[in-house]
């Protein structure tokens, strides 16, 4: 028996595997499905996040002696006679995972059996090196734009203006002044074409090479700048030793103190050491940091025109939390009604500038309890992030608790996409809308800030990356939008079984800032946000309309 994607015979399977009826041969030919097509498994991933919700309601399923009897939701699957089912003998079931413990599981089971017998697949990364800092950078074309604490493969650095410090996975670091381009090639390699070029080479990265049109240095552990332009090109050792070649001519030794130069006609003299030339360089780390104070006070100055607005409900910034206090007040000034939130495990950290406050989730436990009361037209969220792992299927970023109708959960998937979920008018009616795959490995350990519209008066649902639209989605379910009692980075499932592996949905990483608005916030009020919250300018906040039209047609919307 084989299956396809998209086929009668795979809404079938799926509809077989939630309602406890699969055999043998339809659940090998599932997991063999499974295991090779990517859009298979999305779209199962969502069918057992629908069924699993039904089963939040006790009536789904009932428990008798050592049996399991249970009833098939009223939604309709092809090719499947929705009555109730005979009962189902917990010792005679075909497919050994819990049958008799409830609906949930029986959902969850064909991709717990994928999960186990597919093999681990590696994940692998071409990187060579991190975008450590930079100081006014202005990169020169918009595809040369690169985030800072981006990994860098093999390719071209291209600086208009400013500085960027790249550090190699050897542990070389190179600082280029634009104008300037510089070629990464491995984590033990560079080449600098044009510009200024300052690198620092630990014991770890001895043998790091740099390559110029004139000349090749190769650096045993030292410190040394080179300068390439069209008349020449400056070698400057300002530590150590270093060995340089001219084309095919015999490596010659240069010390710390001294400089050559080689020019057109590949002729070599020696010229003093003008460590002036580095000095921009040199100050890197003092100019970034001086940059990142100046961007907190423009942060705070934001924040303080952000608490009037009188359609933010919630507002936490962290910035003046006290680690002793249980407590994490609620800086929305124009809206009393929702109080301060309650904090349940959780670790405070620093967050995304020096010595600012932010909460770390760690374990199962760890959460921010709140309430939000009212319903709401349109709802906007908007979060910095910096997520360690995604451990679960899915991810809490915020949760309304339970599945009443209108609650609203905002989370991550493991595979990466931004998931938001609206509970419909009944048990069988929900709309989930999920992003293209944004947060993965790459983006482990490096702020992020995410923002979903619900835009109920529009009809669209729209979820942001770093104040660029990603994806958008038709809205078919009415508002009011409810939220009442809810989580951060963790989720109160109501009456559905506690242990059901889908309800486990805690956040494995770090939170520095939380907002929730009662209306649709604009594409441009959207990236503002992240632009006064990122601590770097990002060159990339006046390009966003057009990596918006680029990423936005991989979306489509996932409507189960």
């Known amino acids: ?183 990464l090639i491995s984590p033990q390699e560079a080449y600098c074409s044009s510009g200024l070029a300052s690198a620092q080479v630990p014991p770890q990265a001895r043998g790091f090479r740099m390559g110029t049109p004139r000349m090749s240095v190769v650096d045993p552990g030292t410190e040394f700048g080179v300068e390439v332009k069209n008349s020449g090109t400056q070698l400057h050792v300002f530590k150590g030793e270093v060995k340089f070649q001219v084309q095919a001519a015999p490596k010659q030794n240069l010390l710390a103190g001294d400089a050559v130069e080689v020019d057109d006609a590949e002729a070599i003299r020696t010229i003093p050491i003008e460590p002036a030339l580095f000095a921009k360089a040199f100050e890197l780390q003092q100019r970034s940091l001086a940059m990142q104070g100046v961007r907190r006070q423009q942060w705070r100055a934001a924040n303080a025109r952000l608490n009037a607005d009188p359609s933010l409900l919630v507002h936490f910034d962290f910035e003046n939390s006290d680690p002793a206090e249980w407590m994490v007040h609620n800086e929305a000034s124009q809206n009393a009604a929702v109080p301060d939130a309650t904090l349940v495990g959780g670790q405070w950290t620093e967050g995304r500038w020096p010595q600012k406050h932010a909460l770390e989730f760690r374990s199962l436990s760890d959460r921010m309890r709140l309430n939000v009361p009212g319903g709401f037209d349109a709802v906007t969220f908007a979060a910095w992030v910096n997520v360690e792992g995604l451990d679960r299927p899915f991810n809490s970023l915020f949760m309304a608790d339970g599945f009443s109708q209108g609650k609203i959960h905002w989370q991550i998937r493991n595979g990466g996409e931004l998931d938001l979920g609206i509970q419909g008018p009944t048990r069988e009616e929900c709309q989930i809308f999920a992003s293209p795959a944004v947060v993965g490995p790459e983006q482990f350990g490096r702020w992020m800030h995410l923002a979903v519209v619900i835009d109920g008066i529009g009809k669209q649902v729209t979820h942001y990356v770093n104040g660029v639209a990603v994806s958008r989605h038709p809205l078919k379910l009415e508002p009011p939008f409810l ?68 990423v936005s047609q991989l979306a489509r919307p996932i409507i189960p």
Not at 144 to 156: I, K, M, R, S, Y
């Open 1 to 183: 028996m084989k299956i396809a994607f998209p086929s009668r015979e795979f809404e079938d399977a799926v509809a077989a595997v939630c309602h406890g009826l699969a055999g043998d041969e339809q659940m090998r030919a599932l997991n063999e499905l499974l295991r090779t097509d990517v859009g298979a498994r999305d779209e199962y991933i969502v069918r057992v996040e629908l069924h699993s919700r039904l089963s939040s309601d006790p009536s789904v399923f009932a428990v008798s002696g050592g049996t399991t009897t249970a009833e098939a939701p009223t939604q309709n699957m092809p090719g499947k006679d929705h009555r109730k089912p005979a009962p189902m003998s917990t010792g005679g079931a075909a497919w050994p995972l819990a049958l008799a413990a409830c609906l949930t599981l029986l959902a969850v089971a064909g991709f717990a059996y994928w999960h186990e017998h597919s093999g681990t697949r590696e994940t692998t990364s071409t990187a060579v090196a991190v975008l450590a800092s930079t100081a006014d950078a202005q990169w020169r074309q918009p595809s040369d734009l690169c985030p800072v604490g981006a990994a860098l493969e093999p390719g071209w650095l291209r600086l208009k203006s400013g500085l960027a410090q790249v550090v190699f996975y050897s542990g070389a670091r190179v600082v280029i002044e634009g104008p300037a381009d510089l070629r």
């Open 483 to 550: 939220i009442g009692d809810a989580e951060l980075g963790n989720w109160n499932p109501g009456k559905a079984p506690k242990t059901a592996p889908y309800f486990i949905r805690h956040f494995s990483g770090v939170m520095d800032e939380f907002a929730l608005f009662k209306r649709a916030l604009s594409e441009q009020e959207i990236a503002r946000l992240y632009s006064d919250g990122n601590p770097q300018n990002d060159p990339a906040f006046s390009n966003r309309e057009s990596v918006s039209q680029k």
